[in-house]
């Protein structure tokens, strides 16, 4: 019943999941202290392009709050990814998620595994453990990927 935004804020981890669970569809945030969403569209460029995979790892967020980040790649890979969003170009997305997979190893989290077919990967919220999202040039490459990997999940966009 409290507000997600603010609980994650006090706990001093950010407000990126709250906002993005309240706000449905395939979503361009502003960076800075409180959610402002930028763009919003209905995700549909990623139907069928997107699985997850459970790490076997559990994960802290706030133990990692107060470590060192590398803030100048985590922005270009945000500018990346949106402008991957506004021109619905799948492969300048898969550029940032790349961009950003690679900042969560410099940070200490182990390497996900290569998945074939994957054009992208990355841990889901504050990385170490929990979810992996991986995405997938076409629907075909994910079922491909859905078939010799029985841990992978598909999902797909929700847009109201």
Not at 26 to 49: A, E, Y
Not at 90 to 101: M, P, S
Request: charged share 30%.
């Amino acid at each position: 019943g409290e507000d997600g935004v603010d609980s994650e804020l006090d706990l001093g981890v950010g407000w990126q999941d709250p906002a993005v669970i309240r706000e449905t569809g395939l979503c361009v945030w502003r960076s800075g202290q409180r959610p402002v969403l930028d763009f919003k569209r209905n995700g549909d460029m990623l139907t069928g392009k997107m699985a997850i995979l459970w790490t076997q790892g559990e994960h802290d967020t706030p133990s990692f709050a107060d470590d060192d980040r590398d803030y100048a790649t985590i922005e270009r890979s945000g500018h990346l990814a949106r402008e991957g969003v506004l021109n619905e170009d799948i492969h300048k997305l898969a550029e940032g998620i790349q961009v950003y997979h690679g900042v969560q190893l410099e940070e200490g989290m182990e390497p996900l595994p290569e998945i074939a077919g994957s054009i992208a990967r990355k841990y889901s919220g504050g990385g170490h453990g929990g979810y992996a999202l991986y995405l997938f040039e076409s629907e075909s490459a994910r079922q491909e990927a859905l078939e010799i990997t029985s841990d992978l999940k598909a999902v797909e966009p929700y847009c109201v």
